[in-house]
């Protein structure tokens, strides 16, 4: 499996201009590579193969007066932006096709000079390294100040140099990590756990009986929502107010365009953060987790909206998607039409949809009273055959750990000590 580490820069006032340079050429190299493929599908032509475009754009483009700058930076950015253009077209066709899962994507568009998010990428031909002084040295551009907040577990294969809509500089490592060292670091557990995943409602009726967290585990455990977004309102509402009174094109508008977007980033880390921890620890102590695959772009064209964006449910599920297939862990998704609230977890009788503001109920057949969202996350678990009964038999469709291969990483054998003493029964 391949992860990214990323770590802040803080380049001098030179390297600054070096980076904008190589971020402009890349951009002109990228711009002028959508132009070719556009003007081969309007005269019907060929479309210009990597080779050809690379040879044209690059090689010979920098014998040209014109564009003789592009000799300022590094050629393999410059390569690696017309690879970035081959993989943005090989989805769209994919797309059209209908070989590409997920939505819809559009055709690669032109880049702007303007654009908030800006990045460069360098590979092992590009010959960069870390010095010993811990400095991060770039061709053409010299060693750049990182701050490293961790150790990197292996030798990166490229690194991508970003600029975010706040300004920050950032180092994106590719790591290549090894299923060994991983299992040792996080050893198996008996644990298993279902999660529903919620919303603090900014109801009164809710408000006054608690809310409903953004996660419950179905060992009853409550994970209170940050609310990041609606605790930096106040702030950001002032800091739009700023923006919006600035004239267009000054350099006050583009102090105060900063200013917004550096309370936005700070949302967005606190949130990030958040989600790490939460899904590290929920890794760490069971051996297979289950959620329910919500509708998330359903949710958030309704009146909660807001509060469906900041809870963040698809990052969060992500993190523990990626990190289950890392560690060698069970990660389940059971269908979003399943009556996690409506059905009792004790006898299973079907008790039919309840408003938002039933909190708890009672099971008419058993007369079981159960917390809404405990109930439900319990279902989760039943739903995904991670449930256990008071025998020790598992209860629903069994042998779990079969699933592993499904959602482990792809390439790279990932064969951990439970599921190897699967295979042996």
């Known amino acids: 499996m391949q992860l990214r580490y990323a770590f802040r820069l803080y380049p001098e006032p030179g390297q600054e201009r070096a980076l904008a340079r190589a971020f402009g050429c890349a951009r002109v190299v990228f711009n002028d590579a959508v132009r070719a493929r556009r003007d081969a599908h309007e005269t019907g032509a060929p479309y210009p193969s990597a080779a050809v475009l690379s040879r044209a754009l690059v090689t010979e483009a920098k014998k040209c007066p014109e564009r003789s700058w592009l000799g300022e930076v590094s050629a393999v950015v410059l390569q690696q932006s017309l690879r970035d253009l081959e993989s943005a077209y090989r989805n769209f066709f ?21 654009d908030t998010r800006q990045s460069i990428r360098f590979t092992a031909n590009a010959r960069w390294s870390i010095t010993p002084g811990g400095r991060l040295h770039l061709p053409k551009i010299g060693a750049v100040k990182v701050v490293w907040s961790r150790t990197l577990p292996t030798t990166p294969t490229s690194v991508t140099v970003i600029k975010d809509s706040a300004g920050r500089f ?9 299923p060994d060292t991983d299992a040792v670091t996080v050893p198996d557990t008996g644990q298993s756990v279902g999660i529903d995943l919620g919303l603090t409602l900014p109801h009164a009726r809710l408000r006054s009986r608690g809310g409903t967290p953004i996660a419950v585990l179905s060992d009853g455990t409550k994970v209170s929502s940050p609310r990041f977004l609606r605790r930096a309102e106040k702030k950001l509402k002032k800091a739009q107010r700023e923006l919006s009174r600035k004239q267009k094109g000054s350099r006050n508008r583009d102090k105060a365009r900063l200013k917004v977007a550096r309370a936005h980033v700070q949302v967005a880390d606190a949130r990030r953060e958040f989600h ?12 297979a987790i289950a959620v329910e695959d919500l509708a998330v772009n359903g949710l958030a064209r309704t009146r909660l909206a807001k509060s469906v964006h900041d809870a963040g449910w698809s990052s969060f599920v992500n993190m523990l998607q990626y990190k289950a297939a890392r560690y060698g862990r069970t990660f389940v998704k059971i269908d979003r039409f399943e009556p996690t609230s409506q059905t009792c977890s004790v006898c299973g009788v079907k008790d039919g949809p309840k408003p938002l503001d039933v909190r708890e109920w009672t099971c008419a057949a058993c007369g079981t009273v159960h917390d809404r969202d405990v109930n439900a996350a319990t279902n989760v678990k039943t739903a995904a055959g991670l449930a ?20 482990g990483s792809h390439g790279i054998p990932t064969r951990s000590r439970a599921a190897q003493r699967h295979s042996t029964r």
């Open 276 to 287: 790490h921890q939460l899904s590290s620890k929920l890794i760490r102590e069971n051996q």
């Open 388 to 407: 256990v009964s008071a025998c020790g038999a598992p209860v629903g469709p069994g042998a779990i750990l079969a699933r592993r291969q499904e959602t």
């Open 94 to 114: 994919a797309c059209l096709k209908g070989e590409r899962k997920g939505p819809k994507i559009a055709a690669p568009r032109f880049k702007s000079r303007k």
């Open 170 to 178: 950032f180092a994106s490592f590719v790591i290549d990590t090894d």
